[in-house]
């Protein structure tokens, strides 16, 4: 079974998560587990102004994905920065881009999974997944979350992103917090949660 991880990611967050993922996926037998990141549409300059570009450097090795090829995945897991509640541009317009996917319900009944990363505890986590969700919903795409079995979930020990809809970190305003080791366990188990349920799916 083909998984497929696709992300954008501005200063590496939600790469680092999509590489938990892909570890959490990788754990189930006859996974066969592939990254990808969509197109920037930053102009060179204004990623060098905010000093994203040097932060893409770590990730620069990682392929960008064509929409055409969600069509060969069993499961496709997205992840997104929030930009105020919602997905980031950069995924929006890759997503917009399915069209004629939809027109052949090449996704129809392929499981589809969110994550994300926000500037703050309250900064739109939950919303940015869910309304991820509706796209997904259009496509035909059997939606996959993170249950409660993630004990990591019910930590309240500290600030740590992390719901039912899917893994989140916590940036910081300022973009200098890491994923904490919370977050990354979450993110690891929803991807292997999405590939013990493509598993049951393709498998009968």
Request: with cysteine; glycine share 12%; aromatic share 6%.
């Amino acid at each position: 079974m083909k998984i497929q991880i696709v992300f954008y990611s501005m200063y590496g967050h939600v790469h680092t998560m999509a590489e938990a993922v892909a570890e959490g996926a990788r754990q189930v037998a006859g996974a066969e587990v592939s990254v990808f990141q969509v197109a920037e549409l930053v102009p060179e300059a204004a990623l060098e102004r905010s000093g994203a570009k040097a932060a893409r450097q770590a990730f620069a090795h990682v392929p960008v994905a064509q929409p055409q090829q969600l069509a060969d995945a069993d499961a496709v897991i997205f992840g997104t920065p929030t930009r105020f509640g919602n997905m980031a541009a950069q995924m929006r317009n890759f997503l917009d881009q399915t069209g004629g996917l939809w027109v052949k319900g090449a996704l129809i009944g392929k499981v589809g999974s969110v994550f994300c990363s926000t500037g703050t505890q309250h900064g739109g986590a939950e919303t940015t997944i869910t309304s991820f969700h509706t796209t997904l919903l259009h496509l035909g795409m059997v939606i996959v979350g993170v249950p409660y079995s993630c004990q990591e979930l019910t930590n309240m020990n500290e600030i740590t992103g992390g719901s039912p809809y899917g893994a989140s970190t916590l940036a910081g305003s300022d973009g200098s917090r890491q994923p904490s080791a919370n977050e990354l366990a979450i993110a690891r188990f929803q991807g292997k949660h999405v590939a013990e349920i493509t598993r049951k799916i393709v498998g009968g």
